[in-house]
């Protein structure tokens, strides 16, 4: 399903501490498949909600989120237009993102999977 909420990330200045930390918290467990130093994707264990990660950062208070669309140059065009700005998108092994803000100047990600 697009447009709701497909995959957020937690930034942290330390992804290896912050693996510890939500490891021993949560219990979560990591996909080393895909993840790297700077990186470390949660492993879902099935279709329970959104994909999520660590990602290296400088540490906001706040998780990152990321709204699954089917045609992300199409969004980006209409974030524009609606008055809010919209980033180049960024190609990844996951697919291609974005970051946008509202017309507010509100941040939020676009992600169309691969």
């Known amino acids: 399903m697009t447009n ?3 995959y957020f990330t937690l930034d942290t200045p330390d992804v290896a501490k912050a693996r510890a930390f939500y490891a021993a918290l949560f ?3 990591f996909d ?3 993840s790297n ?3 470390a994707h949660v492993a879902a264990g099935g279709d329970t909600g959104p994909d999520f990660g660590i ?3 400088e540490g906001k208070t706040f998780a990152h ?3 699954k669309v089917a045609d992300i140059k199409a969004m980006c065009d209409r974030v524009v ?3 809010g700005q919209a980033a180049i998108p960024s190609q990844s092994p996951s697919g291609l993102s974005a970051i946008v803000c509202d017309d ?3 941040s939020f990600g676009l992600w169309q999977p691969a």
């Open 4 to 6: 709701r909420l497909g």
């Open 27 to 29: 219990g979560w467990t």
């Open 32 to 34: 080393e498949a895909s």
């Open 37 to 39: 130093p700077g990186y």
């Open 55 to 57: 990602r290296q950062g």
């Open 65 to 67: 989120l990321y709204f």
């Open 81 to 83: 237009e609606l008055g």
């Open 104 to 106: 507010q100047g509100v």
